[in-house]
T-cell receptor, first 113, second 110 residues
Framework: KAGVTQTPRYLIKTRGQQVTLSCSPI?????VSWYQQTPGQGLQFLFE???????NKGNFPGRFSGRQFSNSRSEMNVSTLELGDSALYLC????????????FGSGTQLSVL | SQQGEEDPQALSIQEGENATMNCSYK?????LQWYRQNSGRGLVHLIL?????REKHSGRLRVTLDTSKKSSSLLITASRAADTASYFC??????????FGAGTILRVKS
């Protein structure tokens, strides 16, 4: 079984631009969660989708949004990028909504200049 | 804010020694999980312990949970250089979302 795939692996953007990150979960997994990881704040929960519905949302501004498609693939979008959005964005999938075992992708390293 | 907080922040040991890291959390939980992250990569699930369990083993890993103290510990026995990584505890908050602690950086010297 293929693992969780995140694209792109690296991304460089400038302030004010927007970005879309993609995540393909493990086949059969219906839950996808997104996390932002920075050296200062650690792993911060962004949101979780299950069967195309957002189940949980973290404390991030409305510039951060996401969605899940019928095939469970997920995208997250960040609009009006700020320097502080530079981070490793991690996607994780799990079989069901219990989240008792998350499988993580390798992440997208976003640099905002 | 983070639910779990690991201690110590960093740990450096010799190969063959045991490594112990601790996690404290704030609210009641259904389960607690431990994950490992190699530099700049995704996290890998290590072990899950439920709130009604006190100890669990998996290979060289031993996890304990004390719900009265809201704390957990992860013990890695006979450590190897390949165990060098960051280790995170994660607790399930309301709605089953997982909240991660700040992590312990483990360095195993050969």
């Amino acid at each position: 079984k293929a693992g969780v795939t995140q694209t792109p692996r690296y991304l460089i953007k400038t302030r004010g631009q927007q970005v879309t990150l993609s995540c393909s979960p493990i086949s059969g997994h219906r839950s996808v969660s997104w996390y932002q990881q920075t050296p200062g704040q650690g792993l911060q929960f962004l949101f979780e989708y299950f069967s195309e519905t957002q189940r949980n949302k973290g404390n991030f501004p409305g510039r951060f949004s996401g969605r899940q498609f019928s095939n469970s693939r997920s995208e997250m979008n960040v609009s009006t990028l700020e320097l502080g959005d530079s981070a490793l964005y991690l996607c994780a999938s799990s079989l069901d909504s219990q989240n008792e075992k998350l499988f993580f992708g390798s992440g997208t390293q976003l640099s905002v200049l | 804010s983070q639910q779990g907080e690991e201690d110590p922040q960093a740990l450096s040991i010799q190969e063959g020694e045991n490594a112990t890291m601790n996690c404290s959390y704030k609210t009641s939980i259904n389960n607690l999980q431990w994950y490992r992250q190699n530099s700049g990569r995704g996290l890998v699930h290590l072990i899950l312990i439920r709130s009604n369990e006190r100890e669990k083993h998996s290979g060289r890993l031993r996890v304990t949970l004390d719900t009265s103290k809201k704390s957990s510990s992860l013990l890695i026995t006979a450590s190897r250089a390949a165990d060098t990584a960051s280790y995170f505890c994660a607790t399930d908050a309301r709605g089953n979302k997982l909240v991660f602690g700040a992590g312990t950086i483990l360095r195993v010297k050969s």
